[in-house]
């Protein structure tokens, strides 16, 4: 029986890492085995629709991978006979282990050797099974470049002799810390795209949430896990919200509640009770906190300020962070008013880090609008609303700067 495509895409991705980690355990190859996964996967792409979902679709896969890399095997035979003695053993066909390997394949695609970027595309190539094509749509490249960024990335894990093997001890909640990072980077893409005329790319957060899932199933009791998990889903949860039906940006203090997702907070808020239940407190289960104190008010006027600082208080000391810092001055302005957030605020100012951020200077903008300084706010508009390459941004602070013109 045939099945729609939407349901084989989301088979197929949920499927993909499971599949390579088989190969990859096996061949101990992740560039060919990466290749060849993603040829069996366009193949079940196109017959899966027509023909029905086969019986076994992870064997179907691993069995229609394992036959493409050794085709790759064949052609490079003569080079590579000292490895492969025979045919026969090639065409072996490999196991299908009970084992789920998605945890073990983030963390070779997260190595310590990549850059952020490389990682972060790397994941979406090896472990979300996007094609390179949509992967550079979503990040608004060439897909030649994105093509060798993929290609580069592969090379170095290949040079730095990575083994398909979880770290123990130390080395674990490093190469963990960079897998959560890199899931983090991908909702913030999707979420707040840095570029273009799109304000969010929804599938692209929904992505990272789908691979947090993954690698919370895996790790039910890492609190920081569900803290991530948790502030992806509090954060996404407010998506409709956000935009006008004309793709304006509506602030938080503005947004209409009604079409937050009330299923996305109720998970959400469940995750973050269990997040910070676990011994230990990290930066993304403070964040997940701060985004529950947002999601509990009815209004923008119930919002618990007060605990809201509080939590960035204790985030600054754990993680500090330019951007942690110009969350608690919006923070401290709303209790104390804009003239405590803007002394917060000139200590970021001679951070080289900040200097012409737009963030920082569309906040300031802000609180200077507050304090009746409508002057300066309107220059602050102006110059945020020229240092974002975000398309959505720039007509929102626009209109703020035109709004405040003197």
Known sequence: MSESRPAVEGLLRDLTPQVLGALVRRYGRFEGCED???????????????????????????????????????????????????????????????????LLLL????????????????????????????????????????????SRAKQRIKAAGSSFTLPEGAEREERLSIVLHVLYLIFNEGYTAS???????????????????????????????????ALMLLTHSRRRARTTPAGDLVPLDEQDRTLWDAELIGEGLELVKASLAAPALGPYQL???????????????????????????????IAPNPMVTLNRAIALAEIEGPEAGLELLAVLEADERMAGHHRLLSVRAHL???????????????????????????????????????
Not at 120 to 139: K, M, P, S
Not at 293 to 308: F, L, N, P
Not at 378 to 403: G, N, P
């Open 287 to 317: 964040q997940a906190a701060i985004a529950a104190t947002h999601a509990a008010a009815a209004t923008d006027s119930e919002t618990d300020w007060k605990q809201v600082h509080a939590l960035y208080l204790i985030l600054e000391r």
């Open 195 to 229: 570029s273009g005329a799109e304000l969010h790319r929804a599938d692209l957060a929904a992505e990272a949430i789908r691979l947090t899932r993954m690698v919370r199933a895996q790790l039910p009791d890492d609190g920081e896990v569900a803290g991530l998990l």
């Open 107 to 150: 963390f070779l695609c997260c190595h310590p050797t990549l850059t952020a970027a490389s990682a972060t595309a790397l994941t979406l190539r090896a472990v979300g099974g996007l094609t390179t094509a949509e992967i550079a749509r979503a990040f608004l490249v060439p897909e030649a470049t994105m093509a060798a960024r993929i």
């Open 368 to 406: 200077r609008e507050l304090t009746g300084d409508r002057a300066a706010a309107h220059d602050d508009y102006r110059r945020a609303a020229k240092a974002t390459a975000s398309i959505a941004e720039q007509r929102y602070l626009e209109r703020r700067a035109r709004r405040v013109q003197v």
């Open 36 to 102: 060849a996964v993603q040829e069996a996967v366009l193949a079940a792409a196109v017959q899966w629709p027509a023909e029905g979902v086969p019986d076994n679709p992870r064997g179907w896969l691993t069995a229609v991978a394992n036959r493409r890399l050794i085709d790759q095997i064949r052609s490079d035979h003569a080079r590579r006979e000292r490895e492969w003695t025979s045919a026969d053993h090639a065409l072996a066909p490999p196991d299908v282990p009970d084992t789920d390997d998605t």
